[in-house]
């Protein structure tokens, strides 16, 4: 259910929106309060999660709301919403925009949630796929059109590909999963993607759907189709996903494969509580049995600077419970509970989080 900041009853957004009442025991704090959210349909489940974990530690309304991330950092922008969920971080034009909107003060991200994007597929007769970022790079931009063109079948001998038409699905919506999507296949095959990134997808042709929800449907529904999109999504329809060779021998999707490459993340300004990933070093590594294409969500903050002050005690109450508490189940979901030492340094940005 989603109950919105004036207690109004939405049952159109029941699926997209959650807003449960929690607290957070290891803050030590019995706030209260409502802290609300929107944005990043890829994080989606991992917030309706949180908040039942919250709704058994107190006494926190969360309020999220997954409209995809552009719409979610317009949202915190604007001042509608405490947090902005996020697939990427702010650009440099909406990080003066977000400073605006925090009183003067910087806005912080937080990669609160991560989870592995999975290759997901309809193929009939094809439950076990294998596939590299240079042959995703030339799907994803029509080059390659049939499930047995030579370069698929040479990462998949002995096996039966059909000759059926490769429908590639994109998302239609501004898109932080799209924007990881395409720096993962700048970063790993630079020669095939010269597309560059962003938001909006750069690829040519292929089939459209909005958010995370439409791509997964599409596919399940359309015979052929592949699309990119969070792991939740892709064993939510049942469908097939692919195990890809990131340079050192296919590796299939699980939470150890993904934990390990969450393991080894770094980020681009060390000691600063602003803790940006470094995306680009992530998604081109090679370490044997990590799954990189890994997205990892952020919560973008104020600092300080909130009209009320008290808005940031109960974001470091509850991103303290959902820090601790949280990570049971996540897994899941398809998302990858947070390793101990990446959970500490997230732990010290939220501590820093102050009302004034």
């Known amino acids: 259910m989603n109950i919105n900041r004036k207690g109004a009853l939405s049952a159109a957004a029941a699926v997209a929106a959650v807003s449960l009442i929690a607290a957070c025991g290891d803050s030590g704090g019995d706030s209260g309060g ?11 489940k991992a917030m309706q999660h949180f908040a039942d974990v919250l709704t058994n530690n107190g006494n926190i309304v969360l309020d999220y709301t997954g409209s995809g991330s552009g719409d979610g950092v317009k949202k915190f922008i604007a001042g509608d919403v405490d947090f902005a969920g996020s697939d990427s971080p702010l650009s440099d034009e909406e990080a003066v925009k977000a400073k605006e909107r925090c009183s003067g003060n910087d806005a912080w991200h937080i990669p609160l949630v991560a989870g592995p994007v999975a290759i997901a597929y309809n193929v009939p007769g094809v439950s076990d796929l294998n596939l590299n970022p240079t042959v995703l790079a030339g799907i994803f931009d029509s080059k390659i059109t049939k499930w047995n063109a030579p370069e698929i079948a040479a990462l998949n001998p002995g096996k039966t590909l059909p000759d059926l038409a490769i429908v590639p699905v994109h998302r239609s919506d501004s898109s932080g999963t799209t924007d990881n999507f395409q720096k993962f296949l700048t970063a790993s095959a630079p020669q095939a993607w010269t597309k560059g990134a962003g938001k909006e997808f750069k690829g040519t042709g292929g089939s459209a759907a909005s958010k995370s929800t439409g791509v997964g449907d599409t596919v399940k529904k359309t015979s052929g189709a592949v699309t990119y999109v969070e792991w939740g999504f892709a064993t939510e329809n049942d469908l097939g996903v692919a195990a890809i060779d990131f340079g050192a021998g296919p590796v299939k999707l699980t939470s150890e494969s993904a934990g390990a490459a969450l393991d080894a993340v770094k980020f681009t300004n060390p ?8 995306t680009p070093a992530l998604f081109a590594s090679k370490t044997p049995g990590a799954y990189p294409l890994l997205l990892t969500t952020y919560e973008i903050v104020c600092s300080t600077g909130y009209s009320d002050s008290a808005i940031s005690t109960t974001l470091k109450d509850a991103f303290t419970t959902i820090l601790n508490q949280g990570q049971d189940g996540l897994a899941d979901l398809g998302y990858v509970p947070l390793p101990t030492a990446y959970k500490n340094t997230l732990q010290g940005t939220v501590d820093a989080l102050t009302g004034s």
């Open 34 to 44: 409502t802290i609300s959210g929107e944005g990043s349909t890829a994080q989606q």
């Open 271 to 278: 000691g600063s509580k602003n803790l940006v990933v470094d």
